[in-house]
DNA sequence: TAGACATATTTCTCTTAGGAACATCCAGAG
DNA sequence: CTCTGGATGTTCCTAAGAGAAATATGTCTA
């Protein structure tokens, strides 16, 4: 949340919510709505962040927009700065269903590869898609190269589909030869 | 926790753990005792696995075993081959340090990506080792598969970093010849 | 003029994470 | 020969996270 607000601008929690869903989708959780309000009394009664409420002129509702203070900005680049680094969490569901290939048959487990590697294919793209419109922007220089490394990690997720598949083809075939 | 017991074994609820631990560690994460314990006992009272207590002549003290039972297997099985194809869980702490790079100093950076290199590199070597021991029993085809997997996605990401670097470097080159 | 959609926030509930506590034994260090 | 750390084995507690639903309010479209 101060990450997000470290850019500078002033967002309100639904803001937050599109923003870090948008930004992030590509290597990093984006959090629930109530977790982000709850977070963001939290910061202000801490320092971190302050608010104030805006009255909208276009007809929508009110709403509480937040700045990040000098103390969150000090507190973000500590975390930037100074974190340990920690191993990237994953939870590969694909994975795990293959990791199980003796509960299911061979034309299964290719179906289920083959959607993955399409889903890959599909970030990949708008992987491809985000990094251009962020080069546009200079502030955007960062992310860019983050989105830049997403666009490479859905490419060889997708490679990684169709390594695996040439691999179930080969044990098939083993397979057939063993068994005349 | 069903995946697990489909082997066969009949297992207590900290070799769940530790066995968890070990296989997954590569593509998912493990569940925590509270969690293992907890849903043995829900997993009993559906009838999906089944438990008796073991005195152990070694010493150890008594524990309690569990083996899946026909309904527990139909319904792992049941998930293997019909659940949806979910997209796999990713919270890169790395890419999401290095997304908000006006925070730190390139250096900083470099050894953050490097570090994270280091990581992968370690990573694929365990892969590596385990596809081996994994493939010297029959029993462990599709474990063997995707530990294979494994080894190429950590080595992949390794890979990511050095072009990542790559990319920092020619950042600070296109940096210095704007601002001579 | 209803219905879908976008903004904006709160509430509730369930799951997951993770550490601490408890219990028991063994092996090796001092 | 005792102390301590580590392995096995299980339970309990608390906090964080996920996600749906409820509540407002307004716009645009069929």
């Not at 269903?97 to 487990?109: F, K, S, V, Y």
């Not at 169709?162 to 098939?172: F, K, N, P, Q, Y």
């Amino acid at each position: 949340m101060l990450g997000l607000l470290s850019f500078g601008e002033e967002l309100s929690g639904y803001d937050l919510k599109k923003w870090s869903d948008w930004s992030l989708r590509f290597f990093y959780w984006s959090p629930s709505f109530s977790q982000i309000y709850g977070e963001l009394k939290r910061l202000e009664k801490v320092g971190y962040v302050s608010s104030r409420m805006v009255a909208q002129e276009t007809g929508n509702r009110d709403k509480r927009v937040y700045v990040i203070t000098d103390e969150g900005m000090a507190a973000v680049r500590h975390w930037a700065r100074e974190a340990p680094v920690e191993p990237p969490v994953l939870k590969h569901g694909v994975m795990l269903r293959l990791w199980l290939g003796h509960l299911l048959e061979a034309d299964r487990m290719r179906e289920v590869l083959g959607r993955h590697r399409e889903y890959a294919e599909t970030m990949r793209e708008r992987a491809e898609v985000d990094v251009e419109s962020a080069r546009a922007e200079e502030a955007w220089a960062y992310p860019a190269l983050v989105l830049k490394w997403s666009e490479r990690f859905y490419a060889s997720e997708r490679d990684l589909a169709d390594a695996m598949l040439a691999d179930l083809d080969e044990m098939d075939d083993l397979d057939a030869k063993s068994r005349p």
